[in-house]
C-alpha cells in the first residue's frame, strides 16, 4: 500500500506571493492532518480535517487555510507568504479522526520544504 | 492546554549501549495516549512506540521501551543495544480525548550513536 505523498517535495517563493501544497493520504484513509516544523517552534499543529470538513484548528493566522476533497486528498494554502513561513509542512493521515474509544495511527507524509525569499 | 516538554535538546550513546531520552507532559484530561516518533535525515516522521494512559503496564517495543509515570506526568524512552540506525532527532508527543488526530509535540532530542 502507497505511502502519504506530498508534492512539490521542494518549494521557493517570495514574501507576498501564495502556496499551495497537496496532500495524498493513504488509501482508504479519511483523516488529514498538517504540521508545520521550524528550528525556532518546533512541530506545530495547522489543522485537520475529516470527510471534507475542518475538524480542529490550531493557533495561526487566517492567511494558513486547506479544504479536503471527497477523495480525501487535501491541500494547504499561505497567502502573502512572509519569511517565517519558511519551514517544513508535514502531514499526516489516519483511517478517522478518534473518538472517545479509540485511536487511530497518524501516518506522516516527507514533507514539503518550503523556502521564502 | 496541553504542554510537552523535553529537556535533553542533545543526547548520545555508543554502539549497543542503553540511553534514555526524558520527556514530561501536562494536562487536565483523563484519557490520552503518548508517543514517542523518531525522525531521521530524511525528515521522514516515524511512529516508535505509543502508551495507553489507562494502561499501567509500559509498552514495549522490541529494543525500545518506554517508563510511563502517570502521576507525574512523566514519559521516558529507553532505547537498548544502540545502533547506528537509531540516530535521528526523537520527539515525545500528546494526544488528549478532547483534542481529535490533534498530536502535541516536545521540542525534540537529537540522539547521536557513535560507533
Known amino acids: 500500500k502507497a505511502g502519504v505523498t506530498q508534492t512539490p517535495r521542494y518549494l521557493i517563493k517570495t514574501r507576498g506571493q501564495q502556496v499551495t501544497l497537496s496532500c495524498s493520504p493513504i488509501?482508504?484513509?479519511?483523516?488529514v492532518s498538517w504540521y508545520q516544523q521550524t528550528p525556532g517552534q518546533g512541530l506545530q499543529f495547522l489543522f485537520e480535517?475529516?470527510?471534507?470538513?475542518?475538524?480542529n484548528k490550531g493557533n495561526f493566522p487566517g492567511r494558513f487555510s486547506g479544504r479536503q476533497f471527497s477523495n480525501s486528498r487535501s491541500e494547504m494554502n499561505v497567502s502573502t507568504l512572509e519569511l517565517g513561513d519558511s519551514a517544513l509542512y508535514l502531514c499526516?493521515?489516519?483511517?478517522?479522526?478518534?473518538?472517545?474509544?479509540?485511536?487511530?495511527?497518524?501516518?506522516f507524509g516527507p514533507g514539503t520544504r518550503l523556502t521564502v525569499l | 492546554a496541553q504542554t510537552v516538554t523535553q529537556s535533553q535538546p542533545e543526547m548520545s550513546v555508543q554502539e549497543a549501549e542503553t540511553v534514555t531520552l526524558s520527556c514530561t507532559y501536562d494536562?487536565?484530561?483523563?484519557?490520552?495516549?503518548l508517543f514517542w516518533y523518531k525522525q531521521p535525515p530524511s525528515r521522514q516522521m516515524i511512529l516508535v512506540i505509543r502508551?495507553?494512559?489507562?494502561?499501567?503496564q509500559n509498552a514495549t517495543e522490541n529494543r525500545f521501551s518506554v517508563n510511563f509515570q502517570k502521576a507525574a506526568k512523566s514519559f521516558s524512552l529507553k532505547i537498548s543495544d544502540s545502533q547506528l540506525g537509531d540516530a535521528a532527532m526523537y520527539f515525545c508527543?500528546?494526544?488528549?480525548?478532547?483534542?481529535?488526530?490533534?498530536?502535541?509535540f516536545g521540542e525534540g532530542t537529537q540522539l547521536t550513536v557513535n560507533p
Open positions: 502508551q495507553e494512559a489507562y494502561k499501567q
Open positions: 499526516a493521515s489516519s483511517l478517522e479522526t478518534r473518538h472517545s474509544t479509540g485511536y487511530n495511527e497518524q501516518f
Open positions: 488509501s482508504g484513509h479519511r483523516s
Open positions: 494536562t487536565s484530561e483523563s484519557d490520552y495516549y
Open positions: 480535517y475529516f470527510s471534507e470538513t475542518q475538524r
Open positions: 508527543a500528546y494526544m488528549g480525548e478532547t483534542s481529535g488526530s490533534r498530536l502535541t
